[in-house]
């Protein structure tokens, strides 16, 4: 069976102002002095669409740390990709935004941590809030498909009805309601960020609610934290199926968080083309199809709806890949979640906020890390 | 809208895209930002001479009103 992907996620550097708690990065990042340039990356968006890819989002870090970002998203649509912009929005001027757009950008992606200053700015490690609100209000006079995206937790969920508002305020277009997805540096501060599931009950029927009132002016995405679902996500469509990340030196990805996973070791497109990495690639063939799966994945009806879930999960709850996604009701290790869940039964439970594990910034360290141990420096409070 | 060449039409949108068929690439080709509603279907209409304007009329509706809805038009 051939797959073809559809949208290609590159994260142009691991450069970042903010240093947010749930950071999807990985906990070894790469420095500025390992980040292709202007033309790698121009190259690879041309792989890229002739492999079948329509879809570019730059992100990070955050792509705009890159003084090229207007030359990549020239680029991209040069190579005939539809262009996405994940920005935390910090420092752009007016200007700017009006050179990104000319260069036809097709779709930003503002984030937003809270919809108050002092929930957003504890949760990012410094004062961005102020900034973002500046901005997305200036967005909407530029003719591009504007999203807003802001990730929900235990500690701001009670003000999801306020950030509907703020979405409202700002003219959006699509409003992405995302819980926090437990990896990275997210996986770290699971115990103070993991909701209870009396809120994610009351965040649904928020969202339906608002959904109903905007129907025709704003679309609400809402992804639910898999922890308290009774199967586990197709994690990105399945694995190696549609979707592929490139990461700042150019390793290819199935997904944002897969390096955690050691057996595995991924190519990278200064050594080889990327159709290779798609289609031959030891990495990318892993967990195609369903001979790599154990019970009761194996013999399980929903195997081709969610390919036995996400496998960098199973491999940070059990130590194996190949096992059941510990979200999974049929997991033999949903024990394991289900501690977790039960350490946060109110929504002060878990560790006080003043543990916060914060993202380091890759800037900080020399320019080859030594990987898997995160630089003990970017740890602790603010 | 973009041309995949393995889906032909298909109208890329933040984060999905929808595949485009019958007259559905011809539709949005018109909503070029300048035409009217009303012109739109009029130059459907003369196109698709062989068939009822008023069908024709009230499936562009339709089909624009769920384009709407995924966020990916306005009506000015």
New interface residues.
């Given amino acids: 069976m051939t797959f073809?992907p559809?949208?290609l996620i590159a994260e142009v550097t691991h450069r970042c102002p903010l240093r947010c708690v749930y950071c999807s990065n990985p906990l070894e990042m790469r420095s500025r002095s390992e980040e292709l340039s202007t033309e790698e990356w121009q190259r690879v968006f041309g792989e890229a669409a002739a492999l079948?890819v329509?879809?570019l989002?730059l992100t990070g870090g955050e792509p705009l740390a890159r003084p090229d970002a207007e030359q990549l998203v020239k680029s991209g649509r040069a190579a005939?990709l539809?262009v996405?912009l994940i920005t935390s929005g910090i420092g752009l001027a007016e200007a700017r935004l009006e050179a990104l757009v000319a260069a036809g950008l097709?779709?930003i992606?503002l984030s937003f941590q809270d919809s108050e200053q002092a929930g957003a700015d504890e949760i990012a490690g410094t004062r961005a809030h102020a900034a973002k609100l500046e901005l997305g209000h200036r967005i909407r006079k530029h003719r591009i498909?504007f999203?807003m995206n802001i990730v929900v937790h235990r500690r701001n969920l009670a003000r999801l009805p306020q950030m509907i508002a703020l979405a409202e305020e700002l003219q959006v277009?699509?409003l992405e309601v995302a819980n926090v997805q437990y990896y990275g540096w997210a996986f770290e501060n699971r115990s103070q960020l993991l909701p209870t599931r009396e809120q994610v009950r009351e965040s649904v029927a928020i969202v339906d609610a608002a959904r109903e009132r905007l129907?025709?002016r704003?679309?609400i995405?809402c992804v639910l934290p898999d922890y308290y679902a009774r199967y586990p996500k197709p994690c990105m469509g399945g694995w190696g199926q549609g979707l592929m990340l490139i990461d700042p030196s150019g390793v290819v990805l199935p997904c944002h968080a897969a390096r955690v996973i050691p057996s595995l070791s991924f190519d990278d497109v200064r050594s080889k083309p990327l159709r290779w990495i798609w289609e031959e690639s030891r990495a990318f063939q892993r967990f195609r199809g369903d001979d790599w799966m154990q019970e009761p994945c194996r013999s399980c009806e929903r195997k081709t709806r969610d390919f036995g879930g996400c496998r960098c999960q199973a491999f940070l709850y059990t130590g194996d890949p190949d096992a059941t996604d510990p979200v999974c009701s049929l997991a033999p290790k949903r024990g394991l979640i289900d501690a977790v869940i039960a350490n946060v039964a109110t929504p002060e439970g878990g560790d006080p906020a003043s543990n916060w594990v914060y993202r380091i910034n890759p800037s900080n360290l020399p320019a080859r890390a030594p990987l898997g141990v995160p630089s003990p420096s970017g740890r602790g409070s603010v | 809208m973009s041309q995949a060449a393995d889906l032909g039409p298909v109208l890329l949108l933040p984060e999905s895209m929808l595949r485009l068929t019958g007259p559905g690439p011809r539709i949005v080709e018109l909503c070029d930002g300048r035409r009217s509603l009303d012109e739109v279907i009029a130059a459907l209409q003369s196109e698709f001479s062989g068939a009822d304007p008023e069908m024709i009329r009230s499936e562009v509706v339709a089909f624009l009103a769920s384009l709407q809805e995924r966020r990916a038009l306005d009506f000015a």
């Fill in positions: 073809v559809r949208a079948g329509l879809q989002h005939g539809y996405n097709d779709h992606q498909a999203t277009d699509k129907k025709g704003m679309r995405d």
